[in-house]
């Protein structure tokens, strides 16, 4: 699939002074913005919530509607380089902002990331594999789905779909017309049955004159769909994770991203990688790297966006990280006492069900963790 580029996004190197914008205020903008201010950057934010996570460590924020055209005039007249926390915003929005001052990564990267087809599409396109897939835009699609892919499958909406949302399982009893009204008659594809060992994600760094650089590959094991817990680095065998790298950088090339590239992917029973999604900002399986590497994805993504030479990737400790999700807020204060233990809080006031609300690392000697060097 033929990927449709961005015009000149002006100059390739914003110097520190200068303003990050950055689209969204959950907790990926914070840490990008305590990462810019150690390099120099001011931040200014923009989201439609007041009191976001970002605003807390930011220089300037807008509270505005991601569709109100002159606010987002506003917005990029004040910075000198746009970038987004996540992928759940309007990719025509993006690309009004793209008309004013540099994005990084474009608005045709959002648009391909946002779209389960069109991120599928991309990556076959290329030569990477995924699960086999179709879409369905009806009950009879999901019916011949079904009869091709089999069952057990997976039904996800195409848009707006994390942490489980917005997915139905198919099991041999499952009835097709209760999953179907599941997920409200929305778009979506059915994704046939992956029998995997582990999941693993891998983030690419890649700059405007195309260096790209890679963090180690990391395990990640999830509760309920979210994200619990990321070992450093994943307990792969070092072919594979020079694979999952190559993956990682084959894609931020083809998609000429310009910032951070997060690739999950399946480790199937037979030693392949399927990849399942990707995430071109910051990524939750990334938050090790803020204590275990010399340079971390988010100052990464600063130094990215911005034009700067990358950091070294390679990491000090091997890393065991783990979100702090609702109520796990409370064990704060016995994270605290706990040797080589790294507290990460959001500054979010209230703790519900499924909501990140922070993250620890457990730091260990290279060679102690769950990994193989890679």
Known sequence: MPVERAPADGPAMIPPGGIIGIIGGGQLGRMTALAAANLGYRCHIYCPEQGCPASHVAAATTIAAYEDQEALARFAASVDVVTFEFE???????????????????????????????????????????????????????????????????????RFGYDGKGQVRIAPDTDLALAYAGINGAPAILEGFVDFEREVSVIVARSPAGEAVCFDVVENRHRNHILHQTIAPAPIAPDLARQADAIGVAAANALDLVGLLAVEMFVTRDGRLLVNEM????????????????????????RAVCGLPLGDPRRHSDA???????????????????????????????????????????????????????
């Not at 793209?98 to 030569?127: C, Y």
């Not at 109520?327 to 006492?337: F, S, T, V």
Request: net charge neutral; proline share 5%.
């Open 88 to 158: 759940n915003i309007p990719a025509d929005s993006v690309r009004i902002l793209s008309r004013h001052v540099p994005v990084r990564p474009g608005w045709h990267v959002l648009e391909t990331a946002q779209d389960r087809i069109l991120e599928k599409s991309f990556f076959n396109s290329i030569g990477i594999a995924t699960a086999d897939w179709r879409a369905v835009d009806s009950l009879d699609d999901l019916r011949r789905a079904v009869d091709i892919l089999g069952r057990p499958a997976v039904l996800k909406t195409t």
């Open 279 to 302: 995430a071109p900002r910051p990524h939750n399986s990334g938050h090790w790297t803020i204590n275990a590497c010399a340079t971390s994805q988010f100052e990464q993504f600063v």
């Open 320 to 374: 065991l990280m783990t979100n702090l999700i609702g109520d796990d807020i409370g064990e704060w204060p016995d994270i605290l006492r706990e040797a080589q233990s790294c507290l990460h809080l959001y500054g979010k006031t209230e703790a519900r069900a499924g909501r990140k609300m922070g993250h620890v690392t457990h730091l260990l000697p290279l060679g102690k963790g769950g990994g193989a060097e890679a």
